[in-house]
T-cell receptor
Framework: DAGVTQSPTHLIKTRGQQVTLRCSPKSGHDTVSWYQQALGQGPQFIFQYYEEEERQRGNFPDRFSGHQFPNYSSELNVNALLLGDSALYLC??????????????FGPGTRLTVT | AQKVTQAQTEISVVEKEDVTLDCVYETRDTTYYLFWYKQPPSGELVFLIRRNSFDEQNEISGRYSWNFQKSTSSFNFTITASQVVDSAVYFCALSESNYGQNFVFGPGTRLSVLP
């Protein structure tokens, strides 16, 4: 049973460019959340997707956008990259249940470096 | 607004010592969920425990135990007889949403267990 997978592992981009990160959730999960983790800090919530719609968004600008596909996989897009966007981007999947938020399973992350 | 504080930035112990990681949270909701995650050097966040606000029972799992006290808004984590493999960054997290949206993570505590 594959866990959460993310691609690519590492990425180097130039300021002003655009980037797309990909995530495949754990089997049986229908919800994908994205987090940004700067060096030495805790993950910061970007947004969550369920049923191909953005359900909630953290305090991130519109340069950050996403998409969820019918197979529950997801993409995170960042436009007009800034140096401050350099971070580890984590994808987490879970199963949406009215019984409360069950544990989110995290992927290994994509390390984005903006130069 | 929800907030998680982990006052201990770094802790070093010698193998076989017991260690407690502190977590204090802030929320205005009466229903909320608390989590602990471990982030080893490999970078992937590993789920350890979930606790909802209605369940104040302490929990023990092997060498790990958790002490949830609503009166002090704390959810502390104790490792008994620590091992070198316990070396990692530990994050406490809070979610006010029934569907696990918008997890708020604390800044993390880096635990180093020395042989």
């Amino acid at each position: 049973d594959a866990g959460v997978t993310q691609s690519p592992t590492h990425l180097i981009k130039t300021r002003g460019q655009q980037v797309t990160l990909r995530c495949s959730p754990k089997s049986g999960h229908d919800t994908v959340s994205w987090y940004q983790q700067a060096l030495g800090q805790g993950p910061q919530f970007i947004f969550q997707y369920y049923e191909e719609e953005e359900r909630q968004r953290g305090n991130f600008p519109d340069r950050f956008s996403g998409h969820q596909f019918p197979n529950y996989s997801s993409e995170l897009n960042v436009n007009a990259l800034l140096l401050g966007d350099s971070a580890l981007y984590l994808c987490a999947s879970s199963f949406r249940s009215p019984g409360g938020p069950y544990e989110q399973y995290f992927g290994p992350g994509t390390r984005l470096t903006v130069t | 607004a929800q907030k998680v504080t982990q006052a201990q930035t770094e802790i070093s112990v010698v193998e076989k010592e017991d260690v407690t990681l502190d977590c204090v949270y802030e929320t205005r909701d009466t229903t909320y969920y608390l989590f602990w995650y471990k982030q080893p050097p490999s970078g992937e966040l590993v789920f350890l425990i979930r606790r909802n606000s209605f369940d104040e029972q302490n929990e023990i799992s092997g060498r790990y135990s958790w002490n949830f006290q609503k009166s002090t808004s704390s959810f502390n984590f104790t490792i008994t007889a620590s091992q070198v493999v316990d070396s990692a960054v530990y994050f406490c997290a809070l979610s006010e949403s029934n569907y696990g949206q918008n997890f708020v993570f604390g800044p993390g505590t880096r635990l180093s267990v020395l042989p």
